[in-house]
């Protein structure tokens, strides 16, 4: 019989598992994601609040430019916050007083899921998991043990998760109902309960204060996602991939509702499963995203692996299911991960049609995932963007605008000139014009959407406007777009960016 400093082994085997796993589940061709850039810059201005998201990824980002800023440490943070989630999951099992097996098939479960999927970019998604896992597990010990110090870690843990995804809220509006719908809605007469939302308060008022300030800029942000990218999400679709995202899990899921209706000893945790409905429908309601909604799972996978470890009592059904879950889960890993070079999943494009995995934000299908496009290109945009920046000599004088936070965060991360510095009056950058120098030169980076190509605006303020290169990788998101350079100016050019930053924020404002 293991004993309890075994089982910990065994929870650490899965931490380094999850870790190694990093370096085979991305082709060394790809480069980092759009997303990553922007709040890889934001380590570089950290702020209480940011146009895009609130600041918690800001501080990893600073931790890893510390560490200086590679790659691999790109890679390493968000697995090592993922790996805080199957710690959490390992507890909760262990509060759900689920044996060893419950514990090691709860990690095989997280292993083998979309989790493990998100927990490979450097972005929000890893930690709103773990926040909500650690929401979930400090509330069960409270109602296993009541003891406040449970009532205040729950409140520590959803003011990070707050301060990291604002979408953390849909799992307090969906938690109150189900509270209060179960005999845990004694948590109200609890005078602990308030000074720990309190406590939260507390945390999260630097980012509320901040808000305030910049005029709400989550609203515009909220508005603009809903225009953009939310019209596009069908709730049949959202439904859908809740079943994909835990397809290996398949069994693990019938056990959740098994042990919800015939395991006594689960009784008192209706409230999980309640919460679990209407944070979806929730979700459902406000057509989110249908990655929102993982943070979710974690807890559920908890408890039916717990169940499994009680009625599956013969050794061989033990071994076959954990087994079943990774066979299952290796044809799957093409699907999700950038194993394969882009030709290659061009070739097999077809095989790859039916999971929809192809369909991006714009409803139509494409050669290739849209995460996956979004990871091509950048290189060699820096590259152009490096050139040109070299040819000019007065390099105090030049300023470097793009279209969108993807282009100014790659050539910010990829270059390898000292100095140079991208902008962007997309998303956070907006805030990070340098304009104490008189601008002489402006580098302009035009997407492949762009509705002057022609640049006869620019032709109006500059004397000369040249074409310097463009983006050839064809299956990159951002092919065809442009870089010019823009010399002898007409008229002052740090007012007029200083005018249209002005004009960019009121307009975020209205």
Known sequence: MYKPKNERYILLGFILLKLILVFFLVNPVYELHRDEFLHLDQGAHLAPGYLSV??????????????????????LIPAFIGCGTLIFSWLIVEELKGNLYAKFLVCVAILCSAIQRLDLLFQPNTFDILS?????????????????????AAAICLALGFLNKYSILFLVMGLVPALILTPQRRIFANKHLYFAVLLALVIISPNIIWQVQNQFPVIHHMKELAERQLVNVSRINF??????????????????????????????????????????????????????????????????????????????????????????YLPSIPLMFPVYSPQKMVMKKERFAPFGIL??????????????ADMQGWKELA???????????????????????????????????????????????????????????????????????????????????KEAGMIRNNLAREYSTKVFLLEEPYIDVNRLLREEVISRKQSMAE
């Open 239 to 328: 439904l859908k991939s809740q079943w994909l995202f835990f397809v290996c899990d398949t069994l693990i899921l019938v056990a959740i509702i098994a042990g919800y209706i015939f395991y006594k000893p689960f009784r008192k945790y209706a409230w999980i499963g309640l919460a679990f409905v209407f944070t979806l429908l929730l979700f459902l309601y406000f057509k989110a995203k249908s990655y929102y909604s993982i943070g979710l799972y974690p807890v559920q996978l908890a408890l039916g692996c717990v169940y499994l470890g009680v009625i599956l009592t013969k050794r061989w059904m033990r071994i076959a299911l954990p087994v079943l879950i990774v066979l299952l």
């Open 383 to 465: 590259g152009i963007v490096d050139a040109v920046y070299s040819s000019i000599p007065d390099k105090a004088n030049v300023c470097i605008i793009t279209d969108n936070y993807g282009q100014a965060g790659a050539i910010n991360y990829y270059t390898k000139l000292k100095g140079l510095q991208a902008v962007s009056f997309n998303a956070d950058y907006m805030n990070w014009f340098k304009l104490d120098e008189p601008i002489r030169y402006v580098i302009l980076v035009k997407d492949t959407w762009d509705r002057d190509p022609e640049r006869r605006r620019e032709k109006v303020f500059f004397k000369t406007v």
């Open 132 to 152: 909500w896992t650690a929401v979930f597990y400090f509330f069960i010990c409270y109602f296993n043990h009541e003891k406040p110090k449970y009532l205040y």
């Open 359 to 372: 369909r991006w934000e714009d409803g139509k299908n494409h050669d290739l995932p849209q995460d996956f």
């Open 54 to 75: 609130p600041p918690v990824t800001s501080l990893f980002a600073w931790l890893i430019r510390l560490l200086g800023n590679g790659e691999i440490w790109v890679r």
